[in-house]
């Protein structure tokens, strides 16, 4: 077994020894910060307070709320002349949230992304494609440095172009990608169209992350590219790409608990939840100088992974990102999240890449639609076949949402594709 | 005097003496790569029979051409493990021209664009605002590297969304710019549009390059941003930013000859053209080890300024870029070059920001329009005044371009705006 980084091997009690040296530093920092030094102070909390682990919980959330109204550098903790990047949110409502980071920041996060991808196999002599966008979205950069960290032959392709995208994958022998779900299926299928299959690509690993998807999602992602396929999890308020991140047993991600510490939480109660329960994920950061973030709210659902993983690295696994909590949808009284419904399209074989969510309200009752896309091989005239499967469809998510929907299924191509993010919601109630 | 880089203080047989080393060093290296094995071959030449800097014009040139055809590693001199990074021209027609890098390459280039910087007064201490596109692009990346090498505190903003680069500059206080011309002075009327003056903005210094304009157009940028504006010429064969920089002193630009070799020649004939006359840029790499470029042919036309430079440095001046050798118009046989036509439009204060040329072909005889935005101010009722303003620049123009336009003045905004590059020059000839 080879490791990126001796922090790899550590064992719980090596990891926990160094959170509680880093934690106190951290808020000792933040507390340099106007924020932070009010938050602090008028929570009762010195630095000094912190004498456990368990003694962040004595230490106020910041939300994402904090960060906007902190905007532009509330939480910057380090003369103005010690920071070198910014990175921003697009911010479509209110003010951005904006992290700024110092050199060290930089070093310390490309070393993060470094040692994720070296994790999964990927090393000096790998071509590798970046399919994200570059400027103040933290997936361009972020990846960006932590390969060329690693010294891997960068190709800063950006997002979109799929033509080129596929040229440049073939030209240069593109070995390693970084790619979106929604994209990587929809360069799957652009592929297909242009009659080459996964196999014929010399791609090997895809790091995929920024958007929650399942693992039949994944699964197809792999065979229609030909590739190992892992999942990546970040968020600008903790850098960017480089927090969790799977390794080769795809198995969870396990949280670089080094340089973060993460908590899942009742997202009501802000109490934790039991382990293996799912819950909003909290992080602290805790090598950050520029503007280090204290018990940060991700809004991510998410649960802690029991047990050890095979690789023999003992950072906290958590599962893939279950949803947010603000997408969670209220249905006839039932919190239902996306993804559960996604889970259940992707078991069924004849299920295409498209599908769409729809909320309308009829006479007040929430009515909740899903129109499926059927495979083109699937797609036959014998209605009894298709109302079969639409019966089967609706049987199998009433049980796993409580709620019977309304399925519809459609022809490949008749929804909307989408070259960037999927918006697989459309809630019209209260609209007509 | 504060220099960033030893290099700066060098004598001329200092800068040559390196020039030579360099340069063998480089068609050693050169001769490692398929390309320029069978070419140096085939005009035999051998590293050791370079014993002077004039041997270099024994070397055949490089073409864009070449570059397609090599496409896409066969100018690559070093084992391919070794390179880190790729930057490829967005290739409307034929193969995209391609350049590879290693660490030691980017790092080289970071050094010459944080020089560039520093020489017009940037410090660690300013906020730097990137409006380059990011990603394949080099005016992204590649001055992103050199303002973080220097330590600015830099914002990744990218092109575009012009509400939130006013935002940006204004509430993180942004010192310098790095922007194109024509979208500096798109951001200029944006901030006219808002009631705000450049003088309000905190702005201090802009990097404007990439696209060939004129004196007169620096002035507006530099009154309607209420900065100082300074030259920057590159292109992605040679990196990109980062070959020639104007100094504070704003009479030519420096061309980095430590890091490169500059001929200017007839593009006709290949000779060189004598000191102050026009004729296309010739380069040649002097530290690039993954590909190195012998005698690239650029297509861009400028002259040597004579003379030292108040400054002290002793690397020798381009003057602003004049144009494309290949945007060339020959009209009734003459040959023009849209700057020409932009040189004198801009010495009239009754101008605005917009003009386009247009070119026609009437029973067989090429016919010349211009199309100009007449300042609000000035766009009186009139029609003598209006009348007399557009003969004198009829006159003008036919002064500097030997052929006789016809001129349309127009009110402000008729003319298409661009947020991107402008394109002016419309040639209809063999097309109605
Ligand atoms: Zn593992
Ligand atoms: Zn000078």
């Not at 973060?260 to 994920?281: K, Q, R, S």
Request: hydrophobic fraction near 40%; charged fraction near 25%; proline fraction near 5%.
């Amino acid at each position: 077994m080879e490791f990126f980084d001796r922090a790899e091997t550590w064992s719980r009690e090596e990891i926990e020894r160094v959170q509680l040296v880093r934690l106190r530093n951290t808020v000792q920092q933040a507390s340099g910060s106007p924020f932070y030094a009010a938050r602090l102070k008028e929570a009762g909390i010195a630095p000094a307070d912190i004498r456990s682990l368990d003694d962040l919980r004595s230490v106020p959330p910041t939300t994402k709320n904090d960060l906007r109204e902190q905007y532009p550098a509330g939480l910057v903790a380090v003369p103005r002349e010690q920071l070198v990047r910014l990175h921003a949110s697009s911010g479509t409502t209110g003010a951005p949230t904006v992290v700024h980071h110092t050199q060290n920041d930089l070093n310390s996060w490309a070393d993060l992304v470094a040692r994720s991808m070296y994790m999964v196999g990927v090393r000096p002599d790998d071509v590798f494609q970046n399919t994200s966008g570059y400027g103040l979205f933290t997936g361009g950069l972020g990846i960006h440095y932590g390969a060329e960290r690693l010294g891997c032959h960068t190709i800063p392709a950006g997002p979109g172009n799929t033509k080129r995208q596929i040229k440049f994958i073939r030209d240069f022998q593109t070995t390693v990608l970084h790619i979106i779900p929604s994209y990587a299926l929809y360069l799957g299928a652009a592929l297909e169209e242009e009659g080459l299959s996964g196999a014929e690509l010399p791609c090997r690993v895809a790091l995929i992350g920024a958007e929650p998807h399942t693992e039949e999602i994944r699964q197809r992602i792999e065979q229609m590219l030909g590739l190992k396929a892992y999942n990546s999890y970040g968020l600008s308020e903790m850098n960017g790409p480089g927090v969790a991140f799977e390794c080769t047993h795809q198995t969870g991600m396990h949280v670089w608990e080094d340089a973060f510490i993460p908590e899942i939480v009742n997202p009501d109660t802000l109490e934790p939840v039991a382990d293996g329960e799912v819950g909003e994920l909290v992080m602290t950061t805790l090598c950050r100088q520029g503007m280090p973030i204290l018990r940060y709210r991700t809004r991510d659902l998410t649960r802690f992974l029991s047990g050890e993983c095979a690789c023999g690295r003992m950072h906290r696994r958590i599962d893939r990102i279950l949803g947010r909590a603000d997408d969670m949808m209220i249905i006839k009284g039932v919190n239902i999240y996306p993804m559960q419904i996604e889970q259940v399209l992707m078991g069924f074989p004849e299920v295409g890449e498209n599908y769409v969510i729809e909320l309308v309200s009829e006479d007040f009752i929430d009515q909740l639609t899903v129109k499926v896309e059927i495979r083109d091989g699937y797609f036959v005239e014998d209605m009894r076949v298709l109302t079969g499967l639409q019966k089967a469809i609706v049987r199998q998510l009433r049980d796993e949402i409580l709620v019977t929907p309304r399925v519809d299924l459609v022809q490949t191509g008749s929804l909307p594709k989408s070259e960037g993010k999927a918006v697989r919601v459309i809630d019209r109630r209260g609209k007509e």
